[in-house]
């Protein structure tokens, strides 16, 4: 008995001071004492009479009531010099004190030393108090695996341990895993922390991980005992909007008024913007009139995302509309508001009015004049009219006022300029953002050919990265952009890694231009790792990114893996877009699958994903171009409804679809409605009808429609120069059955509109002489500059009329001006090699030229040889091909067999039949004609809709 009052005596001698608000009272300290005593008399007692399981739990509780951790200590040795050995609870119980009280390490001391070493079994107790002393040694992996085995056991984890690792996985965005262990210790009618439950829902809204957090709403009430705060309301309510869930996000406000909260401004104009980002208008505007039923302040902000809403969907008319209103109520214009505007003007095409906005700004409003996004909308639009002096004018009035381009700009210029001349446009955008963005003039960059230009480039980006990172960011784009144009993978992705290293934070569209210049380079498989690799880098796919991979997979014909993208995209909680979807459907209607492309509508559809004008549009064109006219015509109704009036887009689909498909009354009538409604015909639609007379043999017309774009206005452009010279050399080439449809001369009648119908030249008689090949083409080289395209179908028309030596000069004269020669270039020079019998030209042309061949230059090699009667070397020929995975399309098998039977060598042609039937299957039985390809490379990205 005079040990245990000794040991008494120690353990209130020990005790610290306590920071209790309450004054100390010396009577209550006695009395703490005096029952700290009784409970080890007690200890010795049980003990005595041999309750040593009651004894241990006295312990246990005596443990957990110390306020010190000697205090504790003590305890524990008193039991054990007392002949009571600690089980698993009086372990934990200490272990718990210690980490509790801040010595962690002396708690895993007594668990290697006092626990493990002596046998005894850990329970849900020490494992418990392990997860505590683990997450403050930081030692998370290990916690995780303490509270997992007292799960595993079936045990119930204390709230505050299990919260602890919820809160470590929080910290490290990994909320799906926190979800899982509240779900996991739920169920075992456990709980976390009301703070911790708060954080984790917070985290899962922040991450889109709504159906998890909808799964916490009932716990969370039931904890708080009262409606959600406020803070968490808003927290699921962001989430919605984040995750594109406009209609939940817009339940909810009901939810909270019905709690008696106050929906602010902030969320009304979230949501807002949420639905003009799905093109619902209508439930945007309806949401814009119930704020300003509650009396909610209507801002500049506010305005600006319905005006956009309404630019973007392509309904300008109700987008000027709000602007009016915007001006009537006296709500500041700011420089976004005059950018919404400005290229909705410059969308409709009225560009020299968008000029005048841009010039004659309103008072009070920032300075337009150094708006770098104002000033690529116009360029782009002068350029689209026709306009490449205006463009370039305002191109050099920007860097001349100290305007900073970007990434948006560049591209615009590439768009512009010849090709082949990448890293010099973006030489010069680098030197504009040095010069008017990081405050440094630098001397010019001479031009000494292109040997060193890359090493320019490098300097300059590395130059922006060392003054500005943002800047950096945007230069990096260009640079990528430029060589992803040349389709050079493998530097761009070089500098990508080189920027990262200092420091600099790459914008999204680098990682896309690499990315889509993956897909053409045809590396598909090495998708996975390069997205792998760059998300070390930092990058997070975003939907542009999803839309170029859906993009490209359809291009591919791929379109189970372009749905399996969007699943994807779905179950990661990101909206598909309705560009995705568009292009699908495209996809889909021009391979002639307007059932799945409808049922591919109506999935967007369902999914809440209102359709824009281009989605219609191509919807539009399935029909069209499938003889569908009827059903093409009623959602032509609709877009109508949707959209006031179609656009110059919706009525060049619909006109070229009616005369397509033989109805030219039709599409005159909806020609008469284009013209009434202020729209006139555009390049597009000209050249759809001229390349669709052509295909019917009548080039007459087709020269006539030609003609008619200069008298109303209307620039050639290389698609229609292209478009035309194709067919002329087909004529030229072969004598086609003339197909005369009835009704075209009421068709050029209404496009000539009030002038009299024009006469047919009488040159145009002769389009099958070479003289006025010659003409043509003289014509082209001095209205505009050629793309590569275009100097292909240059080249053809030399050949076509026999003149070689001039084909070659223009060849020579297009590699001076940078313009790199294609697969199709020498191609159409050795078509005319073997035309004129000279086989042995067209083999050094072989293999004198830089490019890698394709299945249409060793087609037409083979054939060639064939003709000229060399059946071993065509056989040969037809082996290297092989070799290098291209095979012969079922033309070229064909007449390799036939050379081989006429020659006598029936063994080879009996020992090459099965090799034929073997890759039947992979046989491309596409036509080899080169002209075919050339001419729909540089026409597909504009009329894949017509």
């Known amino acids: 008995m005079l040990k245990v009052k000794a040991l008494c005596h120690r353990l209130v001698k020990s005790r610290k001071a306590t920071t209790c608000a309450l004054p100390s009272d010396p009577s209550s300290t006695s009395a703490s004492s005096d029952h700290r005593s009784r409970c080890l008399s007690l200890i010795v007692n049980l003990r005595r009479r041999g309750l040593v399981d009651s004894a241990r739990e006295v312990t246990r509780r005596v443990i957990d009531g110390c306020s010190s951790t000697s205090e504790a200590a003590l305890v524990a040795d008193f039991a054990v010099t007392n002949g009571i050995e600690l089980d698993s609870r009086c372990c934990g119980a200490l272990i718990r004190k210690l980490t509790e009280m801040g010595q962690p390490e002396s708690a895993e001391t007594f668990y290697n030393q006092r626990v493990l070493k002596n046998g005894v079994v850990p329970d849900s107790s020490v494992l418990d108090s392990m997860v505590l002393c683990l997450v403050k040694l930081r030692r998370f992996d290990e916690a995780r695996s303490c509270l997992d085995r007292v799960l595993a056991n079936g045990y119930v984890p204390s709230d505050n341990a299990c919260s602890l690792v919820v809160d470590e996985l929080c910290n490290q965005g990994h909320y ?99 639905y003009c980002k799905g093109n619902d208008m209508t439930m945007a505007m309806r949401l814009y009139s119930r704020m300003v039923e509650k009396g909610c302040e209507v801002d500049t902000y506010i305005f600006n995302t319905l005006i956009h809403g309404f630019v973007k969907l392509g309904v300008l008319d109700k987008g000027r509309v709000m602007f009016s209103q915007m001006m009537k109520k006296g709500v500041r214009l700011n420089v976004f508001t005059y950018h919404i505007m400005i290229g909705s003007y410059c969308k409709e095409g009225n560009v020299d009015y968008a000029l005048r906005l841009f010039e004659n700004i309103a008072v009070g409003v920032e300075d337009l004049s150094r708006n770098v996004h104002c000033y690529t909308n116009l360029i782009s639009a002068f350029h689209k009219k026709g306009g490449l002096d205006q463009a370039l004018g305002l191109l050099m009035r920007m860097l001349d006022n100290g305007v900073v381009p970007d990434h948006i700009t560049y591209f615009v210029l590439l768009k512009m300029l010849p090709k082949y001349h990448e890293l010099k446009y973006a030489m010069v955008i680098l030197q504009a953002i040095v010069d008017n963005g990081c405050g440094v003039i630098s001397p010019a960059v001479i031009d000494d050919g292109l040997e060193n230009i890359e090493v320019k480039v490098e300097s300059l980006l590395e130059e922006v990265a060392g003054k500005n990172a943002k800047l950096a960011a945007k230069g990096l784009a260009v640079v990528t952009t430029a060589l992803c144009s040349q389709r050079n993978f493998t530097a761009a992705l070089s500098r990508i890694k080189k920027m990262v290293n200092l420091g600099c934070t790459p914008l999204p569209f680098s990682y896309n231009s690499v990315i889509k210049c993956l897909f053409q380079e045809g590396l598909i498989e090495d998708l996975g790792s390069l997205v792998n690799l760059i998300q070390e880098w930092g990058f997070v796919p975003d939907p542009d990114t999803y839309l170029i991979v859906v993009n490209e997979l359809c291009k591919n014909n791929d379109r189970d893996a372009a749905f399996a993208v969007v699943d994807v995209m779905e179950e990661i909680g990101l909206r598909p877009t309705v560009a995705i979807y568009s292009s699908i459907i495209g996809s889909l209607g021009r391979q002639g699958r307007v059932v799945e492309a409808e049922e591919t509508f109506a999935r967007m559809l369902e999914s809440g994903i209102q359709p824009d004008e281009i989605a219609y549009m191509i919807m539009i064109n399935a029909y069209a171009r499938n003889a569908r006219i009827n059903e093409a015509n009623e959602l032509v109704e609709e877009v109508v409804k949707l959209f006031v009036r179609p656009s110059s887009f919706t009525y060049t689909v619909l006109i070229s679809g009616f005369v397509k498909t033989g109805m030219i009354e039709k599409g005159c009538e909806y020609l008469d409605k284009m013209v009434e409604d202020g729209l006139s015909p555009n390049v597009v639609l000209y050249t759809s009808l001229i390349g669709h007379f052509l295909k019917k043999g009548d080039f007459k017309f087709s020269f006539t429609l030609f003609g008619l774009m200069g008298e109303n206005e209307v620039k050639h452009d290389h698609v229609a120069y292209i478009t035309l010279l194709s067919g002329l050399w087909r004529a030229m080439a072969r004598k086609r059955r003339v197909f005369v449809e009835p009704g075209k001369e009421e068709l050029l009648r209404r496009l000539l509109q009030t002038n009299p119908v024009a006469s047919i030249p009488s040159s145009l008689c002769n389009y099958r002489s070479k003289s006025f090949a010659m003409e043509v083409i003289g014509k082209v080289k001095t209205s505009l500059v050629p793309n590569l395209y275009l100097h292909n179908a240059i080249i053809t028309g030399y050949c076509a009329a026999g003149r070689l030596d001039e084909a070659y000069n223009h060849l020579h004269s297009m590699q001076k001006e940078g313009v790199v020669p294609n697969q199709v270039t020498f191609t159409i020079l050795m078509k005319a090699h073997i035309k004129a019998g000279d086989v042995e030209s067209a083999i050094a042309l072989f293999e004198d030229s830089d490019c890698e061949p394709d299945q249409v230059m060793y087609s037409t090699l083979l054939k060639g040889l064939c003709k000229s009667e060399r059946p071993r070397d065509a056989l040969a020929l037809m082996l290297e091909m092989q070799k290098d995975g291209v095979y012969p399309n079922r033309d070229s098998y064909e007449t390799l067999l036939q050379c081989l039977c006429h020659s006598g060598l029936t063994m080879e042609a009996t020992c090459l039949l099965p090799r034929v039937l073997s890759q039947r299957n992979r046989l491309s039985f596409s036509g080899s004609d080169s002209s075919a390809r050339e001419l729909s490379s540089p026409t597909g990205n504009r009329t894949m809709h017509l």
């Open 176 to 274: 799906l895993e926190g979800y899982l262990y509240f779900e996991q210790v739920k169920a075992r009618g456990g709980g976390l922390r009301l703070w911790c439950c708060k954080r984790l829902f917070k985290g899962l809204c922040g991450y889109g991980h709504l159906d998890e957090a909808v799964g916490m709403l009932d716990t969370l009430c039931e904890m708080t005992r009262m409606p959600l705060p406020v803070n968490l309301y808003k927290s699921l309510f962001y989430g919605f909007c984040t995750r594109g869930c406009a209609a939940e996000a817009e339940a909810l406000f009901d939810h909270m008024e019905a709690d008696g909260y106050f929906v602010d401004k902030v969320m009304y104009t979230c949501l807002m913007r949420e």
